[in-house]
């Protein structure tokens, strides 16, 4: 009996989480408790419950606070059925927005009542009854974020007296269209979900060396020809925004109490307008968008008068578009290559006098020069400029903000010089573009390793500006999603989330109040309602704990160890099912004598499941030696000029030169790459041979070449994969002494990653070691 309510429960949950089902799971994410994120100020609990019916009334005394209370109304709608009706006076049992200008509450200040005969939202402003509306929502079931009719729930909050407000008023989240477009409807998804955890502003990356985002009416080549490219697999990838786009996402965001701050590179990262318009670059060549990721080398010319002009056109179009104050003008990584060499760059040099000091070459202070420019280009439509942190490094324009990229120093030294500040050092957390679990099963990343706890535990506020009373020029945080390896939509949420919550509540909450623990309880609500708005947030995955590895060999038998990022549940089968709510849960070391399929994936509380892994797990006898004679150290091998994406494509591969190489990081120094891989030629390569393992046992191999071959065995094949962090791991039993081993080197740009960026290397460790060594020329033969 006990059985089969187990099952028709996990039935019903199925059909909840499994799919789009309009059913409910009311009891399962408990409201038990407080679950706001951002974590309020102070939260008073009391006795009782207000409970959500058909027909409730909702009343402002404003007209903004009218507006305000329709979008919750049509919010709540949408998931509980419940039609508002609108009343003309407070009335017991209702939902009052109210709002007085007299009162002495800041902009985002609010307090939220709810008692069991009604629900209050006092605020100075619109936006503090929009903040306290937000909290409001998060009183009630999580489900209530779904736009999908939920049935069955108890719409009831818990009564509370909340008073609130933010510690920053700057709290951001960057997205970066340019290396991965990201569709309008897409944008206003992530504008819902931020305004939900109160996050006011979103930095728009919309130039950059991959594509140009944004309309320009007056130079259209910058959309024709710059906002797309064809990528190293030969396809065409596109998209930009028309200003009529641009001016819905700019509504819908400032709807929801965001603003949107647009950057426009200069004079760094704009290969995809130099396309465009050759002649803003100091060689005026004809180039193409960048199809690769790094640091582009070509940047604009400040020589020529015309970049300026240009400048001015652009932000002519776009200052209008964007109503906020601040403007981002880019300012990131300018290689000053070009400008040494240019003429009429060092003509510029000379006559604005920006001769090279003690703290600053010549460059440096005319890329300071360009900057100064661009503000007061801003300046003239009222608008300041926020600009990289190295804006530092020629000297500071007189009102610009900066944005602490590069660790926290740059941050410490504007504000030194009293100049505004906004935190975003990738080191510390706030680059969401990176890691949050084992490389080997997470979709290829930039590379770091973020997890939640990182995130939340950074504090915007360095010591040192506090013990300086400097602390006041930090006016906010921002986490930055930059988009390179988030090539689609999907990969952008699941990076950008639940860490972005994390961020919310750094930029949101007073460090006192801030609990990780507790926040992880708290994420659990959340993420319920991130399903409502359809996120494809990160469930962290089973790992291994020296690795994970989906082909475990072994010989005798095997104890494999599960850990997670976090404290979640892990199911598994070993029949070859997909685990289910229903599965056995992971309590120790699976233990495992024979060949098996080991399917293992994590179990969310809200019965939601994370990825499965597949895990292969084969007993073997030892790959018996080779008794062979060889004739030196190092490999054999053969290579052959062009691009290809496929081994098999070999094949019909002609002129192959043939070579003897010493290591393998050989099979890639052949042609040398560069940065930009301008006039790089690609090339393929086989290397063949033996390797000596020195003992009995079982290895494992890892490299982010190609293929990599044993004994006759294709144990690696990153075929169709970015080369980059290989995730093909894999494993097998080998005897002591040689073994036959075939490596395969494919130049190509696959991803925006060039494989002739890696070294070659194929790396090794025995079962039960924790790292792996690279393998050498010493072990390798011919
Ligand atoms: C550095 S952060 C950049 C971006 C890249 C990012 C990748 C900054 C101002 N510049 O162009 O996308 O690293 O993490």
């Not at 404290?567 to 709510?581: A, F, K, Q, S, W």
Request: hydrophobic fraction near 35%; charge should be neutral.
């Amino acid at each position: 009996m006990k059985k089969f309510i187990l099952m028709v429960c996990a039935t019903l949950l199925l059909n909840v989480f499994g799919s789009k089902a309009s059913s409910s799971t009311s009891q399962l994410t408990s409201n038990n408790d407080i679950n706001i994120i951002p974590k309020p100020t102070s939260v008073e609990k009391q006795k009782g419950k207000f409970k959500l019916v058909n027909a409730n009334s909702i009343y402002s005394n404003t007209s903004e606070g009218k507006i305000i209370a329709e979008l919750f109304a049509s919010k709540l709608q949408a998931s509980t059925g419940y039609d508002f009706n609108f009343t003309e006076k407070e009335k017991t049992g209702n939902i009052s927005l109210i709002m007085n200008p007299k009162l002495m509450y800041k902009e985002d200040q609010y307090k939220l009542s709810v008692t069991p005969k009604g629900v209050s939202v006092l605020a100075k402003t619109p936006k503090g009854l929009f903040y306290g509306m937000q909290s409001f929502m998060q009183l009630l079931p999580p489900q209530v974020e779904s736009n999908i009719l939920q049935t069955n729930i108890d719409w009831s909050a818990p009564c509370v007296t909340i008073n609130d407000e933010p510690r920053f008023g700057y709290r951001g989240v960057m997205l970066d269209p340019c290396r991965h477009f990201i569709p309008v409807e897409n944008v206003k998804k992530q504008l819902d979900v931020m305004a939900l955890f109160k996050m006011n502003t979103m930095h728009f990356h919309l130039t950059d060396d991959q594509g140009w985002r944004i309309e320009i009416k007056k130079y259209p080549k910058l959309t024709e020809i710059g906002s797309s490219r064809i990528d190293g697999e030969g396809t065409e990838y596109k998209g930009y925004y028309t200003q009529e786009e641009i001016k819905d996402i700019v509504k819908y965001a400032s709807d929801r109490f965001i603003t949107v701050i647009p950057e426009l590179e200069t004079p760094g990262h704009e290969l995809a307008a130099i396309s465009a318009y050759p002649h803003l670059s100091c060689k005026g060549e004809d180039t193409t968008p960048r199809i690769i990721w790094g640091v582009e080398d070509i940047v604009m010319c400040p020589g020529k008068e015309d970049m300026f002009t240009f400048l001015e056109d652009v932000i002519k179009e776009m200052e209008p578009l964007f109503p906020g104050t601040y403007f981002h003008i880019g300012g990131d990584e300018c290689p000053k290559s070009s400008w040494k060499n240019c003429e009429k760059c060092q003509a510029r040099i000379k006559a604005e006098n920006l001769t090279a000091d003690n703290k600053h070459t010549a460059e440096e202070r005319l890329q300071s020069y360009v900057i100064g420019r661009m503000e007061n280009i801003l300046a003239k439509y009222g608008k300041k400029i926020i600009g990289w942190d190295e804006i530092l490094e020629g000297g500071l324009s007189s009102n610009a903000t900066v944005m602490s990229w590069r660790g926290e120093q740059g941050g410490i030294e504007a504000a030194l010089q009293n100049h505004d500040v906004i935190m975003t050092p990738g080191g510390n957390g706030m680059y969401l573009d990176t890691y949050q679990g084992d490389r080997n099963n997470e979709p290829v990343a930039i590379g770091g390793f973020t997890t939640l706890e990182k995130v939340y535990s950074y504090n915007p506020v360095p010591d040192t500006l506090k013990s300086m009373n400097k602390e006041h020029f930090v006016k906010g945080v921002q986490c930055n999603n930059w988009s390179e390896y988030m090539y689609n939509t999907d990969i952008m949420e699941y990076r950008m989330y639940p860490r972005l919550l994390a961020v919310s509540e750094i930029a949101w909450t007073d460090l006192g109040n801030k609990d990780y623990k507790d926040f992880e309880r708290r994420i659990n609500d959340a993420q319920i309602r991130l399903d409502g708005h359809g996120i494809n947030y990160h469930i962290p995955y089973p790992e291994q704990l020296n690795g994970s590895c989906n082909f475990v060999a072994f010989t005798d038998n095997v104890d494999l160890e599960f850990k997670t990022t976090r404290p979640y549940d892990m199911v598994y089968t070993l029949d070859g099912t997909e685990p289910n709510i229903r599965s056995a849960k992971y309590s120790g070391p699976i233990k495992i004598s024979e060949s098996k399929i080991l399917k293992i994936r994590t179990l969310l509380p809200s019965g939601k499941m994370g990825p499965t892994r597949n895990i292969t797990v084969e007993k073997q006898n030892l790959s018996p030696a080779s008794l062979v004679k060889t004739q030196g150290n190092g490999l054999n091998m053969k290579m052959t000029m062009g691009t290809y994406f496929k081994s098999s494509e070999l094949d019909n591969a002609k002129d192959w030169k043939k070579m003897n190489i010493k290591e393998l990081k050989e099979i890639r120094s052949q042609v040398e790459s560069s940065e930009s891989m301008r006039g790089v030629e690609q090339y393929s390569a086989i290397a063949t041979g033996y390797i000596n393992i020195p003992e009995d046992g079982v290895y494992y191999f890892s490299s982010e070449n190609e293929q990599v071959w044993i004994d006759g065995k294709l144990l690696i094949n990153n075929e169709g994969e970015v080369k980059r962090f290989s995730r093909k791991d894999s494993s097998m039993a080998l005897a002591k002494g040689l073994h036959e081993i075939k490596v395969i080197f494919l130049g190509h740009i696959m991803g925006g990653w060039p494989s002739m960026w890696n070294d070659g290397s194929v790396k090794i460790k025995k079962a039960g070691e924790k790292n792996f060594a690279y393998v050498t020329g010493e072990q390798l033969f011919y």
